[in-house]
Structures are given as structure tokens and as C-alpha cells.
């Protein structure tokens, strides 16, 4: 009968208990650069949202500063104190307005409603 020889492992053993530590660091160490490149990916994406967010922000506010500025350049004077109301001269603006898509239909009427109501 053959016994179990106790003491030192083989060769056999110890090739073998040196592959499994190996291959369990090596699972490890892989295991540990995916999960940094996913943060790293995740960062990257935040960051980029977060830059697009502010570019879409400043391209807005820079659209809405043109239209005021053109607005306000369109906008008829402040009639310098209680001069007579030129009705006709006003819906004339108000329809110019309108034919170059500053004023909707429903704005100009809503508009041409107040004039002609004053």
C-alpha cells in the first residue's frame, strides 16, 4: 500500500500551487485596470456633457442678447410726450415685422388688437 508522502510537496504540487497564486493575481490585477478604465471612460463622458451643457448655455444666451439687440434697433422710439398716435404708421411696422418672421400672425393681431382698441 502505497502511503501519502508527507512533508515538502512535490514538483508537481508546487507548480501547481504557484499557477493557481499566479493566475488569482493576475485576475485580480485585471479585474482592478477594468474597473479604473470604467471610471476613467465614466469622467471622460461627464466632463463632455458637462462642456457641452455650457456651450449650448452660452450659445443661447449669446441668440438671445442678438435678438434683443435687433429688437430693440426695430423697436420703434418712445414718443416723446403725448404726441398724437400714428396708427397707420404703426400697423405698417407691425406688418413689416411680421413679414420677416419677428412677430407671429397670432402676435400682430394681438398687437393690431391693441391699437386699434387704444
Do not use: H
Not at 504557484?18 to 485580480?28: H, I, L, Q, R, Y
Not at 482592478?32 to 471612460?41: F, G, I, L, P
Not at 400697423?91 to 394681438?110: H, M, W
Request: no cysteine.
Amino acid at each position: 500500500m502505497m502511503g501519502r508522502r508527507m512533508g515538502r510537496p512535490g514538483l508537481v504540487g508546487l507548480a501547481a500551487r504557484t499557477a493557481v497564486v499566479a493566475g488569482t493575481a493576475g485576475a485580480v490585477s485585471n479585474r482592478q485596470a477594468r474597473r479604473q478604465q470604467s471610471r476613467y471612460e465614466q469622467e471622460s463622458q461627464s466632463q463632455a456633457y458637462e462642456e457641452q451643457q455650457q456651450q449650448a448655455a452660452m450659445q443661447a444666451a449669446a441668440q438671445q442678447a442678438a435678438a434683443a439687440q435687433q429688437y430693440a434697433q426695430q423697436a420703434p422710439a418712445a414718443p416723446a410726450a403725448a404726441a398724437p398716435v400714428d396708427i397707420v404708421g404703426q400697423l405698417e411696422r407691425l406688418a413689416a415685422l411680421q413679414q420677416q418672421g419677428i412677430l407671429t400672425p397670432e402676435e400682430f393681431a394681438a398687437e393690431k388688437a391693441k391699437l386699434l382698441n387704444s
